[in-house]
């Protein structure tokens, strides 16, 4: 089950990781996709409109929940690489508590405050009653969707990104087939998308447990690893409480975009819905560089091999600077083809393909960030990550969407520049927080 990425190539274990992980991102995100190109075969605007405000909010929990988790990835990766099992498996049963009470907690919260939720964000009048069912199935299925995360988060800490890859399949699979039967053959629009995705969820968390329960790895499990622990527990929290933050600033951050381009109206809506979708794909590679220098750096850190650590951050560098700079030319020929696979609407169409112009340099800019984010982690130095999210989104990324929308009425593409307007401000963040790292010889101590 583990895997040791403490020696060999780093570049080969980067990609021997990242892989894996990349395509497990690019089908959960396939599965969200699922849901909004279905519902927009068979119903109009609207529903869209509903899946699509209704999946921001989802996905705001669920990057929260992964980024609390990077603190599982990071804590259990360098007990794995100092060769400690039994810390590993201490921070594997915390790991369960902690996240099992937090989701029991937050479903209820969420239910209660499903109808506010949908009046806070501006949801368009007409998908007003689709987004509260479509919230309320996925709120229900919130324990699973916590279940998987954390699940694929401790594999990944233990440098196995191949067994959260088939867990994901199934789900994408089951998904599919499940909008198809209760969107199409049911007729239910939104509501049936939120029933595909959280069914599938729990055939993905029956089938990763099928999978545990057949495999045997180093670590030996004991009940009494679910107590709390002080030691295990502090450091979960100490590196994903920030992480989880940053997370969740990054996705209010969205929804305020949102709300700014609900105000504008339902075509404008619908068109920033279907890019921030489009947007999950393209991200998905630097996604997976900010876990695979997470996890590759937090064991070789353990194993007191910290120029490895930094080899890893100058690969993803490199990645995600070559990805971001391809996608970006070539979106500003195919924009509106891009659009065109969600709406058949020619507004939408057209706000769409504006919109997506001006967001795809973010790709470049983002991936930079992303990658100095998986090393702090991995340090233990995750605050940087939240103080450079948050200044990004309050000093720009939020002002500079809503003025966009108030200067150019007639086009979304200067709301668009936003996004990497914000990262901009990241990356120089991170840059001089790297420089003072270096200077202080912090990654030598690895101090947490």
Request: glycine share 10%; proline share 3%; charged share 10%.
């Given at each position: 089950?583990?895997?040791?990425?403490?020696?060999?190539?780093?570049?080969?274990?980067?990609?021997?990781?990242?892989?894996?992980?990349?395509?497990?991102?690019?089908?959960?995100?396939?599965?969200?996709?699922?849901?909004?190109?279905?519902?927009?075969?068979?119903?109009?605007?609207?529903?869209?409109?509903?899946?699509?405000?209704?999946?921001?909010?989802?996905?705001?929990?669920?990057?929260?929940?992964?980024?609390?988790?990077?603190?599982?990835?990071?804590?259990?990766?360098?007990?794995?690489?100092?060769?400690?099992?039994?810390?590993?498996?201490?921070?594997?049963?915390?790991?369960?508590?902690?996240?099992?009470?937090?989701?029991?907690?937050?479903?209820?919260?969420?239910?209660?405050?499903?109808?506010?939720?949908?009046?806070?964000?501006?949801?368009?009048?007409?998908?007003?009653?689709?987004?509260?069912?479509?919230?309320?199935?996925?709120?229900?299925?919130?324990?699973?969707?916590?279940?998987?995360?954390?699940?694929s988060?401790i594999?990944?800490?233990?440098?196995?990104?191949?067994?959260?890859?088939?867990?994901?399949?199934?789900a994408?699979?089951?998904n599919?087939?499940?909008?198809?039967?209760?969107?199409?053959?049911?007729?239910?629009?939104?509501?049936?998308?939120?029933?595909?995705t959280?069914?599938?969820?729990?055939?993905?968390?029956?089938?990763?447990?099928?999978?545990?329960?057949?495999?045997?790895?180093?670590?030996?499990?004991?009940?009494?690893?679910l107590?709390?622990?002080?030691?295990?527990?502090?450091?979960?929290?100490?590196?994903?409480?920030?992480?989880?933050?940053?997370?969740?600033?990054?996705?209010?951050?969205?929804?305020?975009?949102?709300?700014i381009?609900?105000?504008?109206?339902?075509?404008?809506?619908?068109?920033?819905?279907?890019?921030?979708?489009?947007?999950?794909?393209?991200?998905?590679?630097?996604?997976?560089?900010?876990?695979?220098?997470?996890?590759?750096?937090?064991?070789?850190?353990?194993?007191?091999?910290?120029?490895?650590?930094?080899?890893?951050?100058?690969?993803?560098?490199?990645?995600?600077?070559?990805?971001?700079?391809?996608?970006?030319?070539?979106?500003?020929?195919k924009?509106?083809?891009?659009?065109?696979?969600?709406?058949?609407?020619?507004?939408?169409?057209?706000?769409?393909?504006?919109?997506?112009?001006?967001?795809?340099?973010?790709?470049?800019?983002?991936?930079?960030?992303?990658?100095?984010?998986?090393?702090?982690?991995?340090?233990?130095?995750?605050?940087?990550?939240?103080?450079?999210?948050?200044?990004s989104i309050?000093?720009?990324?939020?002002?500079?969407?809503?003025?966009?929308?108030?200067?150019?009425?007639?086009?979304?593409?200067?709301?668009?520049?936003?996004?990497?307007?914000?990262?901009?401000?990241?990356?120089?963040?991170?840059?001089?927080a790297?420089?003072?790292m270096?200077?202080?010889?912090?990654?030598?101590?690895?101090?947490?």
């Open positions: 089950m583990e895997q040791d990425l403490t020696s060999g190539s780093v570049l080969k274990n980067i990609l021997r990781f990242s892989m894996p992980y990349l395509l497990s991102c690019f089908l959960q995100t396939l599965y969200g996709l699922a849901d909004l190109y279905i519902v927009g075969q068979f119903f109009g605007v609207a529903e869209i409109t509903a899946v699509s405000v209704g999946s921001q909010v989802m996905h705001m929990l669920t990057v929260m929940v992964v980024g609390l988790a990077m603190g599982s990835t990071v804590t259990i990766g360098r007990a794995i690489g100092a060769k400690e099992t039994g810390r590993a498996t201490q921070a594997v049963g915390n790991t369960v508590t902690l996240f099992l009470g937090m989701s029991a907690v937050v479903t209820v919260l969420l239910l209660i405050l499903v109808r506010p939720i949908v009046t806070v964000i501006a949801t368009p009048q007409e998908a007003v009653s689709s987004a509260v069912s479509y919230l309320t199935v996925c709120f229900l299925g919130i324990p699973f969707i916590t279940a998987y995360n954390i699940i988060s594999f990944r800490g233990l440098g196995d990104s191949k067994s959260p890859l088939y867990f994901i399949a199934v994408c699979v089951a599919i087939a499940l909008d198809y039967l209760c969107i199409g053959g049911l007729g239910l629009g939104a509501t049936g998308a939120a029933f595909g959280v069914l599938s969820q729990v055939s993905s968390v029956l089938f990763a447990f099928v999978m545990v329960q057949r495999r045997k790895g180093s670590l030996s499990w004991d009940w009494a690893y107590k709390p622990h002080r030691e295990a527990m502090g450091q979960i929290l100490r590196i994903g409480v920030p992480v989880a933050l940053q997370d969740g600033f990054i996705q209010v951050s969205f929804l305020a975009i949102t709300v381009a609900n105000h504008r109206g339902l075509d404008d809506a619908a068109a920033v819905g279907i890019v921030e979708k489009f947007i999950g794909i393209v991200f998905l590679v630097p996604s997976a560089m900010l876990s695979t220098v997470s996890a590759l750096s937090a064991q070789n850190i353990g194993a007191g091999k910290h120029g490895r650590a930094l080899q890893a951050l100058r690969y993803a560098l490199f990645i995600n600077a070559g990805f971001g700079l391809l996608a970006s030319v070539l979106i500003q020929y924009a509106e083809w891009v659009i065109q696979m969600f709406s058949k609407d020619a507004r939408v169409i057209q706000l769409g393909g504006q919109y997506l112009r001006g967001y795809i340099w973010d790709c470049i800019v983002a991936g930079m960030h992303f990658s100095f984010t998986g090393y702090f982690c991995a340090y233990g130095m995750s605050a940087i990550s939240f103080l450079h999210n948050f200044l309050v000093c720009v990324r939020i002002p500079g969407a809503f003025l966009a929308s108030m200067l150019f009425a007639d086009t979304l593409f200067p709301m668009g520049l936003a996004a990497p307007g914000g990262s901009l401000l990241s990356v120089v963040v991170c840059a001089a790297f420089c003072w270096r200077h202080k010889g912090s990654q030598v101590s690895g101090k947490t």
